[in-house]
């Protein structure tokens, strides 16, 4: 394993919530790259190989956490990723349903992102 943070991406539209998480995220030891929607997310995980993690809220303008998902996955087919919502029943779409994919549900407590980012990363580096 190397001496390099693991790097995150956070798609989130609800500013004073991005920002907040980030801090704590990076508090937790990642590199966090952050997005405003699921376009700009888009742009960056392109730009950013090394992306280990998306997480990404799952309504957002111009390109929603589904459609971001679906786009991140074509690029990087072992990207994980970890969804929030402040929408009690959200289904996940057929083509998603077979991957192993968390929903945090709003308002969370945010030791419990940094926990469950974690604990993704390090499975995957594992």
Do not use: W
Request: aromatic share 4%; net charge negative; proline share 6%.
């Amino acid at each position: 394993m190397s001496d390099t943070k693991p790097q995150i991406l956070l798609a989130e539209d609800e500013a004073m919530l991005r920002l907040i998480a980030v801090e704590m995220l990076e508090d937790a030891g990642f590199e966090v790259f952050e997005a405003s929607d699921g376009v700009e997310a888009l742009t960056l995980l392109k730009a950013n190989p090394e992306i280990a993690l998306l997480v990404s809220d799952i309504k957002m303008p111009r390109l929603d956490g589904y459609g971001l998902i679906e786009a991140g996955l074509a690029l990087k087919p072992d990207l994980k990723v970890l969804l929030m919502t402040g929408y009690a029943d959200v289904p996940l779409p057929s083509q998603l349903k077979a991957r192993d994919i968390q929903i945090l549900h709003k308002p969370f407590m945010l030791d419990d992102l940094c926990a469950i980012a974690a604990s993704i990363v390090t499975e995957s580096r594992a």
